[in-house]
């Protein structure tokens, strides 16, 4: 009986062994897309992995509006509320709309963090009652005046709304990129305001070079 207990516990620790070097090597591989300084992460998306373990951000695109010494704050720019067209939020805010094709434009769930809030991400100035610049032609902004001049049609070209945001404290978002969770990528207008939402995983996972239903793939079997 000793002698089989001896064996069996030798071949657990050779299959924990491998399980290991099996996950290691996916990160390893992982990390290799994930080029850029990831102590700044501004204008930059995060692309869930494949085995990302929060399945709240399975296939998320998440956008970094801002990253510094007290965290990150981000939006998830991939998951259009159906239900929710940007024309009604309008109507709710009491907000005419002479702008017909804001029927056509879906809210997002920007993240889990204060869904109530909506986070307006825009081409152009900051040049809002309450709007911070992102990069060059590219704002944030959470006052009411941007959506007036959305509404009418004015001068945001590109935008979209997002109820709530996605937050990190300084160091998560580092462990979990180290740990496979997330590719990252310098961001693109295109996938921002023009790329379909359903696409949009795929698209940013090509800006690195990687094929996404490959990865998924090549994980599910590692």
């Not at 929060?54 to 956008?63: H, L, N, T």
């Not at 309450?130 to 590219?138: K, P, Q, R, T, V």
């Not at 462990?175 to 693109?188: F, M, S, T």
Request: hydrophobic fraction near 35%; proline fraction near 5%.
């Amino acid at each position: 009986m000793t002698t089989k207990t001896t064996k069996t516990s030798k071949t657990t620790k050779k299959t924990n062994t491998r399980k290991k070097e099996n996950n290691s090597g996916v990160n390893n591989n992982l990390n290799k897309f994930s080029q850029p300084n990831i102590d700044n992460l501004t204008n930059h998306f995060l692309i869930a992995t494949p085995q990302m373990p929060d399945a709240r951000f399975s296939q998320a695109v998440i956008y970094v509006c801002r990253h510094d010494s007290h965290g990150m704050l981000g939006l998830v720019i991939n998951n259009p509320l159906k239900d929710t067209p940007v024309g009604r939020l309008l109507e709710d805010l009491d907000i005419e709309c002479g702008n017909v094709s804001i029927n056509k434009e879906f809210a997002l769930a920007g993240g889990p963090v204060h869904p109530e809030v909506g986070f307006v991400l825009h081409t152009g100035q900051p040049c809002w009652a309450s709007s911070f610049a992102i990069a060059e032609n590219l704002a944030i902004t959470t006052s009411r005046d941007v959506l007036e001049d959305i509404a009418m049609g004015g001068s945001v070209a590109h935008f979209q709304l997002c109820l709530g945001h996605v937050g990190w404290g300084r160091r998560q978002v580092k462990r979990e990129i180290e740990q496979g969770d997330w590719l990252v990528c310098p961001a693109d207008l295109s996938i921002l305001f023009e790329v379909p939402y359903e696409e949009r995983w795929h698209k940013a996972g090509k800006k690195l070079g990687v094929n996404m239903d490959y990865l998924s793939a090549y994980m599910g079997h590692a």
